[in-house]
């Protein structure tokens, strides 16, 4: 690791390399995230890359992480804030195009690559962005982010930051002989500068999922009356340098866009404290709602006064009916109010998960993840148990379907043996392995999931499903149930294994659903939209599709 001090002017050195990509990956105090950052770097599909860090002042081991890659260019500064260490990355950059990294955020495989190959088709464009997809601080991705823009990006942008995610953009880097970003503006940084350009530039979007983007407890993200306060800043400074009706119209739009957006997160932290990621004074969410969504307000104040009179004058039954007729946003009844109903039993209605109910509920997640990836069930593919799954998903894309069973007698059965000690099995064999509701069966866990890496061929993928919240076995397999699982473990025992970068985890389940699956409900018994409510909290099943570096 080579350590540099920015030059005080902050610019360019030399000519860039062409093709060589820059990738700068600013740190405060999220050493314990950058590996992962500059593992997702390093994977990446295209070459030339170069490595930056930027350490803005950071006081845990930011140093000592970026230290042990010793193709990393690490530089030091004074803590000055992100705007200052982008400039500063930015500054010693020497490729040809340029990506802004955040250290608890990384990217995928092939985002690189796929960006470079945007901006060499559209030689015009001075920057591309694309899709991403958000995950919790376990890597549990949440949900994709997706925005189509087809075109009139400087309009669009001044409505919203339609890209959300800055490290899903790449830059050409003379840009930064022009432009810089702003070291006073606390957040929104990024919105500002995009605004500068688009407004002078043709740029370039797409949809094709590029990043991930971790949220945890100090996103500046979270900080919403900065953020509402810092967008809006951003936004007021086109405001002399628009020239047309539609600008203007476009103008006016982005300010009610995010006085509505952040009024609404606020009302929501207002209402649920326990749903902020961070907790914000209510003092403070109040003036700043007041100020920027006054009606949202006075709404929220006389809806708080008459949901204390209610309480205090309507019978339990009279708050469940208003909460039916969507006059409160949701019901919770006081303490002794529960209506327990069927549930209040301390037998379950089914103990055969539900098959005798219409289905067990957690087959609905587990077939719609092979559904899902069932581009993936391809050429020679091994299932445990049987190869039902692999012939219902894979169909005429599989070349050769292989059995695992532990039982010779199984006449299914390829190979025969335990998966976490099966050297029977040659290396690197299978495009495709599908592995459901088995790792808890197996007391070697570590074992199997090394045995997968090994006969899995290069670029081949794991398709696995675990149980979270369950009842146990009555009878097969009563005695082999050993483990159950969460987001955080499963995530544990593959990057063991597996870079971090190549495990995509998903938990599927709410309060509700988990419930219904304890009591043995079947699948018929509950709603598409009970059933598709995630709450990570309450996992009921969690799925991993993982992949083998090429």
């Known amino acids: 690791m080579q350590s540099y001090k920015a030059k005080e002017d902050g610019r360019m050195i030399e000519e860039p390399e062409p093709g060589l990509v820059s990738v700068v990956i600013t740190c405060y105090n999220h050493g314990r995230f950058l590996g992962e950052a500059i593992d997702s770097v390093r994977f990446q599909t295209w070459s030339p890359i170069e490595i930056i860090v930027v350490d803005d002042g950071s006081t845990d081991h930011t140093r000592e992480v970026a230290g042990a890659y010793p193709e990393v260019r690490y530089v030091y500064q004074e803590n000055q804030g992100l705007s200052a260490a982008r400039n500063t990355g930015a500054a010693h950059s020497t490729g040809e195009f ?30 591309v962005s694309g899709g991403y997809r958000m995950v919790d601080r376990n890597n549990t991705i949440l949900y994709a982010v997706e925005t189509p823009i087809e075109g009139e990006h400087y309009l ?54 590029l990043a991930a983007y971790r949220l945890h407890t100090s996103n500046m993200s979270a900080n919403t009356p900065v953020m509402l306060e810092m967008a809006k800043k951003a936004l007021t400074r086109q405001e002399k340098d628009l020239k047309s009706e539609a600008e203007r119209k476009a103008y006016k739009k982005g300010h009610k866009f995010w006085s509505d957006y952040f009024g609404w997160e606020l009302l929501k932290r207002l209402r649920y404290d326990s749903d902020s990621p961070r907790m914000i004074p209510r003092e403070v969410a109040r003036k700043t709602l007041k100020k920027h969504q006054p009606f949202l307000y006075y709404r929220y104040r006389g809806m708080r006064e008459l949901i204390n009179i209610v309480k205090k004058v309507v019978p339990t039954f009279g708050q469940r009916w208003l ?9 919770i009844p006081a303490v002794g109010k529960v209506a327990t109903g069927d549930f209040r039993r301390v037998r379950p209605f089914s103990t055969e998960f539900g098959y005798d109910r219409g289905g067990p509920v957690d087959r609905y ?29 894979g169909g005429d894309r599989v070349e ?9 007698e199984n006449p299914l059965a390829t190979f025969v043996g335990d998966l976490s000690d099966a050297p029977q099995i040659p290396d690197n064999l299978f495009d495709c392995i599908i592995l459901t ?18 006969i899995l061929k290069p670029g081949g993928v794991l398709l696995l499903t675990v149980p979270g919240i369950s009842h146990i076995d009555h009878d097969e397999w009563n005695e082999n149930w050993l483990w159950s699982f969460t987001s955080g473990s499963l995530q544990r025992l593959l990057s063991e ?54």
């Open 323 to 331: 909460h039916q007729a969507k006059f409160f946003p949701s019901f």
């Open 98 to 127: 340029v990506v802004f990294l955040d250290a608890d955020d990384w990217l995928f495989p092939d985002a690189i690559e796929y960006n470079v190959g945007e901006l060499t088709e559209n030689p015009d464009a001075v920057f």
């Open 497 to 550: 294994v597996f870079p971090k970068n190549q495990i995509e985890i998903k938990t599927h389940g709410n309060v509700f659903i988990a419930t219904a699956f304890l009591y043995g409900m079947g699948v018929s018994e509950v709603t598409k939209y009970e059933l598709d409510w995630t709450d990570p909290h309450y996992q009921v099943i969690i799925t991993a599709k993982v992949v083998k570096p090429q």
């Open 156 to 209: 669009r942008m001044l409505e919203s930051n339609y890209i959300g995610m800055h490290a899903t953009v790449m830059y050409r880097r003379w840009l930064f002989d022009t432009f810089r970003y702003d070291p006073s503006l606390r957040s929104c940084e990024d919105y500002d500068i995009y605004l500068q350009i688009t407004r002078n530039y043709p740029v370039i979007h797409h949809t094709h999922q």
């Open 400 to 408: 050769k379907s292989d059995v695992l069973h532990v039982h010779s």
């Open 437 to 454: 509701q088995t790792l808890h069966l197996i007391y070697n866990m570590k074992g199997a999931v090394d045995t997968c890496m090994r």
């Open 365 to 393: 997640y587990i077939e719609n993840f092979l559904r899902r990836h069932a581009d993936l069930i391809k050429g020679r593919v091994l299932e445990i148990g049987d190869n039902s799954y692999t012939m219902q998903f």
